[in-house]
């Protein structure tokens, strides 16, 4: 495999183009003028923004679909496999113009766009996949066989964040709305900044920006180890926990990867609340929530509210001012600490900086306020560790506190909390078993728990562990536990379960959020006064 990524006109196929991290970097080449071919399974809202930009995308994983890089026609096109060709045009034309589908989105009954794709000369595309491509796909095994160069999404990244002054945003928790909450403020303070995250935020409408100016600011992912290919001008690491069970075998090795990444960054920005990125990653420069620590960024005077955060910062012990946020949880503080530090870093005023604080609205499937039906909140957060559902079940209590005199912000409804519904997917057969008892004891903050089955992530089912088991470990720490085998099962049972006060919160990595839009639509009130956000979902 060779370890140098060509921007120079080669074309670019990703296999699995529709996932988060692999859209976002075929968005960046496509915005860079670079011809994409990619493929998935199925169509999405992601997928199609794709191919407006001019992207070629194939509905299935086959080998045929490499059949359009296998010989050139003689004229300077390249033909499709249907036998269809388009007009040549060079690596150096806008995206959309003479390949892809014009926009259109619509794919053939061959699993193309209808036009075949074609660029100046002859050559095998730079293959882009990611550690969910098994060694066994037929398109995997299609490039190896033809010769093409083929890269981890990782090395991708690693080749753009060498191209600019980046930031890098790792951590076990807290990287997606760390990493959208620096870009985005980069973004008001004027920076045009590139932006790749692993989640989609309105601001930029979707999960990457090609800016014009010198900074990248990137979510950083450790899940597959790959996280080591990174070097970056700023590291961000917010936390370091064992999370990926089926990568890593223990503490030490996650350290280890994080000890890497912080070793070829210039500068490390480091939450020291966590005892490991304080001891052992030792960045330097640091934040704490605690006012008494010897931190470079901390924060006293806090006040949680249902519609956010108000809190006094501090940098080397000299107080900077008040910064207001709009997200909700002591987490979401630390996240914004961290943006505070790297936005000084990079010599903006702090009023700059609290400005874009406090219009950050947050990323999608992040504490994502859905709407309101019938009295009942809906609320969709990726939570997925433990860890991450205590703190997002904590920040979901501060809704039940009656509003403040003066709202932080005008989307907290006006209508009082009873109950916070904790509707939970488990996510990976290996994650559940290694953590089965702290999911057990997560629940705390939820009056109920509605738990469905294991989503498996492509993992295979060994039969050691399943929904029900999980369940009924909760329930030895949870009075109320209800298992659905089923997304369709959960979908009926909340229509059975939910009332007028309830806060709804969708838990999990997976697919869960697909029901929202049906338990939504048969609270809706009929007299017109509910409230909907409808978002895509996963």
């Given at each position: 495999m060779p370890n140098t990524v060509e921007f120079n006109g080669r074309p670019f196929h990703f296999i699995g183009i529709g996932g988060i991290g692999m859209s976002a970097l075929a968005y960046i080449l496509a915005k860079r003028q670079l011809p994409i071919f990619g493929s998935d399974l199925q169509t999405s809202h992601i997928t199609r923004r794709l191919q407006g930009m001019g992207a070629h995308i194939f509905w299935s994983q086959d080998?045929?679909?490499?059949d359009i890089f296998r010989s050139p026609n003689g004229n300077g096109t390249m033909s499709h496999r249907s036998g269809a060709t388009?007009?040549?045009?060079?690596?150096e034309s806008p995206p959309g113009e003479g390949w892809g589908d014009g926009g259109t989105g619509t794919p053939t009954s061959d699993g193309s766009n209808g036009k075949g794709p074609s660029f100046s000369g002859f050559q095998l595309p730079q293959v882009i996949c990611s550690t969910a491509i098994h060694p066994q796909n037929a398109e995997y095994q299609a490039a190896l066989q033809l010769g093409c160069p083929i890269f981890h999404r990782s090395d991708l990244l690693a080749a753009l964040i060498r191209d600019y002054q980046s930031i890098a945003v790792a951590g076990t928790h807290g990287k997606t709305t760390t990493s959208s909450l620096i870009a985005f403020l980069l973004l008001e303070a004027g920076l045009d900044p590139t932006i790749l995250i692993g989640g989609e935020v309105n601001a930029w409408e979707g999960n990457a920006r090609m800016g014009r100016g010198p900074y990248m600011v990137a979510e950083a992912d450790e899940s597959d180890g790959s996280l080591v290919k990174l070097a970056a001008r700023i590291g961000v690491v917010t936390n370091i926990e064992l999370d990926h069970p089926d990568h890593y075998q223990t503490l030490d090795q996650v350290v280890s990867t994080f000890q890497v990444f912080a070793g070829q960054c210039e500068?490390?920005?480091?939450?020291?609340?966590?005892?490991?990125?304080?001891?052992?990653?030792?960045p330097s420069v640091s934040y704490s929530l605690n006012p008494q620590s010897d931190a470079d960024y901390t924060a006293d005077e806090v006040e949680y509210h249902p519609d956010g955060i108000v809190a006094r910062v501090f940098e080397g012990g000299r107080p900077l001012g008040r910064l207001r946020l709009q997200l909700l949880g002591r987490h979401n503080l630390s996240?914004?600490?961290?943006?505070?530090?790297?936005?000084?870093?990079?010599?903006?005023?702090?009023?700059?900086i609290a400005d874009a604080v406090a219009r950050f609205q947050g990323a999608k499937r992040r504490f994502e306020y859905r709407g309101h039906c019938g009295g009942?909140?809906?609320?969709?957060?990726y939570a997925h560790h433990p860890s991450e559902i205590r703190v997002t079940l904590a920040a979901a209590r501060l809704r039940m506190q009656p509003p403040p005199p003066t709202a932080l912000t005008s989307v907290h409804p006006t209508a009082a909390i009873k109950r916070v519904i904790a509707v939970f997917q488990p996510h990976r057969y290996s994650r559940t078993r290694a953590f089965l008892e702290e999911f057990a004891e997560c629940f705390g903050d939820a009056d109920l728990v509605l738990l469905t089955d294991?989503?498996?992530a492509g993992e295979p089912d060994s039969g050691a562990i399943d929904g029900q088991q999980l369940a009924d470990r909760i329930a030895r720490h949870h009075p109320r536990v209800d298992y659905q085998p089923t997304l369709e099962a959960v979908t009926i049972r909340l229509r059975e379960l939910l009332k007028p006060g309830d806060l709804v919160l969708f838990l999990g990595a997976g697919n869960l959020n697909r029901v929202i839009p049906e338990v939504m639509a048969f609270f809706q009130d009929s007299d017109g006064?509910?409230?909907a956000h409808p978002t895509e979902c996963a």
């Open positions: 080998a045929s679909n490499f388009a007009p040549a045009v060079s690596p500068t490390v920005v480091g939450c020291i609340d966590c005892e490991t990125v304080r001891d052992r990653i030792r996240n914004a600490l961290a943006a505070v530090a790297v936005g000084r870093l990079l010599g903006l005023e702090f009023s700059t009942i909140q809906f609320v969709d957060d294991i989503y498996s006064q509910s409230e």
